[in-house]
């Protein structure tokens, strides 16, 4: 009897173990969180000049840095996250109604991101965010923007990205814009 005990404990076990390896292979792999920051140049071009304002086709160019952090999830290849942004501008814009002059224009953007893994040594990332002009001339508008970056080493990498946005301006008028950032960016998986 004592045999025929064993025998069924073995082979309970082993079946708990097959079971068990059946369970871990069905439930895809789990995605850690991700810690993203790009540093960019970006330059916008208007889809409405405002001739009042002394404004040209070209917007002024700008530098941006954009901190975001993508959560852990079991889908492993779209994922989302939150994220905020920095700018300034670079060059003047405007004429002689109401100059903004370089490094004067402060802008906040607080956003939601999506983050796809596009395999190798490539992603994509796109947000929608709020940006809020703090400083030389404060308004506030809505932007969508898409990247791809490419991984040169591990956490380090350049991209492109194409945006568009909108700003609310003086009179109920809005502001459109498109564009195109170029930068680095670092990317950090925050391994359990």
Known sequence: MSMMYRLMQSLALAAACASSQVAAQAEPPS???RYLATLSLGAPLRLVQEE??????RGPLFTDVFAGYVFASTA???????AVGVSVNLSDDGGYAEPVYAGEQLTLM????????LGLD??????LGIPIAISGGATAGA???????YRLLAGLGLFAELFTD?????GSKLHPTVGLELGLFLDYEALP
Request: charged content about 15%; hydrophobic content about 50%; aromatic content about 14%.
């Open 76 to 82: 492993s290849r779209f994922r989302h996250g939150v």
């Open 143 to 149: 932007e969508v923007a898409a990247a791809v970056g």
């Open 122 to 127: 490539v992603f994509g990332k796109a947000h």
């Open 110 to 117: 607080p956003a939601y991101m999506l983050y796809a893994d």
């Open 166 to 170: 909108v700003f609310a301006g003086s």
């Open 31 to 33: 995605a850690p969180a």
């Open 52 to 57: 009042d304002f002394g404004q040209e086709l």
